[in-house]
């Protein structure tokens, strides 16, 4: 009884920590919103931005996404601050297609709405739209890494509209 209060009161701390992060990393989550509304849009005549926000905020209330956010968003940052030794610093850095686990780790946050999520993931992997698209390109930069953020951010998006999915599904 007590542990489940006390983890209730602290979720929404730990979901604005992750949630000042992502902003620090130039995400707001009205950008994934709008990811989600164009992921789901097709399947849900009428979904509306203030939805897709509602289901967003959602996914980032669990504690498995925010632990992915977290270590995620901290290995981007630390290749950047040069604290990673060789070779994870490089792979992190170019963004090293055959590394992976960058994707792997975001798997574990759309694990937490089933299948649907998986689908879901690997089309915005794929086509790379709106702010996913962004994130790439800044992350070429020589300093910055985005490694984890492109598909942490898809990831969020992905998950959300799976919640959606199984929310409107007729
Ligand atoms: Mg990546």
Known sequence: MSTTNENRLNEPTKRDIVVQMLSERGVELHEIADLTLFLQKPYVPELTFEI?????????????????????????IMAEKGHLDEPLRSMLMNDYGLYGIDEVLALAIVNVYGSIGF????????????????????????????????????????????????????
């Open 52 to 76: 897709c926000l509602d289901h967003i905020e959602r996914v980032v209330m669990k504690r498995e996404v925010q632990n992915a956010i977290l270590t995620g968003l901290e290995l981007d």
């Open 119 to 170: 689908t879901n993931f690997g089309y915005v992997d794929k086509l790379k739209p709106g702010v996913i698209k962004r994130i790439d390109e800044e992350g070429k930069a020589p300093d910055k890494c985005n490694t984890f953020l492109d598909d942490i951010v898809g990831a969020i998006a992905a998950a959300a509209a799976s919640s959606i999915a199984h929310r409107y599904a007729k």
